[in-house]
């Protein structure tokens, strides 16, 4: 795959500096502000803030929100991600019907429901994401649900509950390519269970929209880009988001190098010809991102019309 505008690497013990093109303003607005207090109110978590998210300007500027189930503290320890790791409150049954009166608040068109891991639970917390589609499609019956899910330790009985609460677009991140996920990833997960899990979504009677993501700037190679893009494609996943690893702390992984937008633009080009409905691709791309999520809804919204 060419790479025309290669970030200039790193003299040995040197780590690259952040380019001019990740530079995002601060966040602010009326609606930004809204938002913010809608969510602070009704007590839910968001990605946009737990994983510090760059573009959550953008997206509570636009009145959307990524929210997260199941708590802010995850059972897994992906050397990638920023949310707390450790032992995790019980679940709250209220919260399911919480996050579907906060969406109506909100009068979104699209709503992206995610979590963190939550092994600790029977089912992963499936039964959990299931009564929060299903209060969602209650009290919201024309807001589009998109889910990003865990693994559920590839349990098929727990993937499929998900499934029958009918969300119309279920997510599930690879999140980087085989050879790095031991590294990049939790212990507990693998990159050949998460294939599993898509391909598992796929295969359900309710026949959901899919969709992945994948990091950019952990020491892939080309080539295995290009294998990930055919993997996930195998799998019949239809939508697929590229962006660029931002370490959060000093205790993550590092970057080993930025890729450039011209780059980013390379990728898309090379995974759109393996035959995804969608792809989004660029520095600042993440795996709930809003121009994946329009797609998705005019997608959708002209199925309905049909």
Same mark, same amino acid.
């Given at each position: 795959?060419? /790479? ?7 003299? +040995?013990?040197?780590? #690259?500096?952040? #380019? ?13 502000? *809204?938002?913010?207090? @809608? ?14 998210? #760059?573009?959550?300007? %953008? ?6 929100? /990524?929210?997260?189930?199941? =708590? ?12 707390? &790791? ?62 990003? @899910? ?8 727990? @993937?499929? $509950?998900?499934?029958?609460? *009918?969300? $119309?677009? @279920? ?10 996920? #031991?590294?990049?990833?939790?212990? *507990? ?7 599993? &899990? ?11 929209? /899919? ?16 294998? /990930?893009?055919?993997? +996930?494609?195998?799998? =019949? &996943? ?5 962006? $660029? ?5 000093? !205790? !993550? ?25 969608? &792809? ?5 791309? *993440? ?12 997608? +959708? %919204? ?5």
């Amino acid at each position: 795959m060419a /790479t025309p505008d290669r970030f200039p690497k790193p003299q +040995l013990g040197e780590r #690259p500096r952040k #380019p001019e093109w990740l530079k995002v303003r601060l966040p602010g607005g009326q609606v930004y502000e *809204r938002v913010r207090s @809608i969510v602070r109110e009704t007590r839910l978590s968001t990605v946009c803030e737990e994983a510090r998210c #760059p573009n959550v300007g %953008e997206c509570w500027g636009g009145g959307t929100a /990524t929210v997260m189930l199941m =708590g802010e503290v995850c059972t897994r320890a992906c050397r990638f991600c920023h949310v707390k &790791v450790g032992a995790p409150l019980p679940l709250d049954p209220a919260e399911p019907e919480r996050l579907a009166q906060a969406v109506g608040r909100l009068g979104l068109d699209y709503v992206v429901v995610t979590s963190v891991n939550r092994d600790d639970v029977p089912d992963g917390g499936a039964g959990h994401f299931a009564a929060a589609v299903r209060a969602l499609r209650r009290e919201s019956p024309r807001t589009i649900v998109e889910v990003l @899910i865990p693994d559920f330790q590839g349990v098929g009985r727990d @993937i499929d $509950q998900v499934c029958e609460a *009918r969300p $119309q677009v @279920i997510a599930h991140n690879v999140e980087t390519v085989e050879r790095l996920t #031991p590294t990049v990833r939790d212990r *507990r997960a693998s990159y050949r269970q998460s294939l599993a &899990v898509l391909e598992r979504l796929k295969s359900h009677p309710s026949r959901p929209y /899919t969709k992945s993501s994948v990091m950019v700037g952990l020491g892939e190679t080309d080539v295995e880009l290009e294998k /990930t893009f055919l993997d +996930l494609r195998s799998v =019949g &996943v239809d939508v697929l988001t590229l962006g $660029q690893y931002l370490q959060p702390s000093a !205790h !993550h992984l590092p970057v080993e190098r930025f890729a450039s937008p011209k780059e980013f633009d390379a990728y898309r080009a090379r995974a759109e010809a393996k035959g995804f409905l969608y &792809v989004a691709s660029g520095p600042l791309v *993440r795996s709930s991102y809003r121009a994946a999520e329009f797609f998705m809804r005019g997608l +959708l %919204e002209r199925e309905r019309a049909g």
